[in-house]
DNA sequence: ACACAATTTAAACACGTGTTTGAATCCAAG
DNA sequence: CTTGGATTCAAACACGTGTTTAAATTGTGT
């Protein structure tokens, strides 16, 4: 049947590393053509138009992504929660810092978040979902309270953001700013999950009538309580 | 002597919420003079192009940023690094979810991450380099450290990290993903400086031998300071 | 009222970028 | 070899967007 001949896949190839470091918008498709030496309609010949390319590579990488989170639940099955946050931790972060093929779409999510394209709800729906949901199950059992709790998903948004950061943009490695990023992606994990864990390790400890002695702000509290407790 | 007349100070200002909303790039100069009922022209002729009005929305807002920080600064004057972990977070935390008009330089900055322009080095410069600084030295007193430090850098990263995240761009809306957002910036400080604070406490608490003994990957094991400071 | 500079305006321009087109080329099947 | 579909190609098109231009209008000092 005539599959396709080679310039399909020499596109899809090219195109998906262009897509990953740079996003949707900031890559041209003559940039895309040019680089596997094609002519410039080829994109549209081949995918319709520039977002069914990309959508090709996007559900594409999403199977590998589902198989990465399988596997980062693996990792920590069986074992206490605390190592199953720090399995997820690792499979994440290296899975974002290291370029790998195969692992596009990590960053391919990074720039849905800076500059979103129609893809993002299939994104959200097929990976990040299941990630928090499960980012929450490990962290609910940590502090043992239901992973629908408040603290339970802020704890979870903390991890999350560091996590997320660990990937510097162009933009954040202009600025000195971000973790310390010596190509170590294991030793990032490490200060993220230590960081992480004895966080909640404190707030596992403390009892609500604690926290709320020591200055009245209760962060699981609903909002009402937090109007007098404004200002230091 | 006929300063401005009032079209460019509308422009200024117009343009201001527009940028702080949805970065340089995803504004267009129609959008911008259209607002104000101003012709197409009016931006380049009062400014050059769109760039010098760019510029001089951000060294405007810059200024205000500097007092920001000394603000931040000197409500922790006096206290421990502790408090003055809490103040920066609170104020900064404040500034980035309060849409109050001066305090857009916060906005900016997100923008200006997502999608670099050229006035990024001067924002580097005058806001983030303080800002990092100061939170390193906070940091650093924190956990008994040099403020250059990697472990000192890491965490600052981390309660950056967090900080950062705050500000839930509208793709982060969409997926479900961020803090819980009821609009209560003191809430959201309040769980970062809670759970930041646990981490580094259970961090200062800890020797580097009991950190070895864990798991064999240490954090600050790169760098020649660490290898033998060993306690804490 | 006049003259001159400042401002505003409508229109056009320049250019990057995604897309389309119609002819040329390739290639396997008959 | 011939044929017909698949593929490639150069060229042009469509359109958004920043910028420029030259005329029209407004404002101000004398």
Redesign the pocket.
Known sequence: M?V????RDQLLGHAAELFAERGFHKV???EISDGVG?????????FG???GLYREIVEGNIALMEETMQKAMDAGRGGDADGQLRAFIEVFVERLLTPRDGNQIQRLMMREMENPTPMLDVIVERVMEPRMRYLCDVIGRLLGRPSDDRVVRNCAASVHAQCIMCKRTPALVRMNIGFDDDGDAAALADHIAEFSLGAMASMVGKTMAQREARGGREVGSAKSSLKAAASA
């Open positions: 005539t396709a001949p080679l310039t041209t498709v003559r094609a002519n410039v309609a080829a994109v549209n010949y081949h138009d520039k977002l």
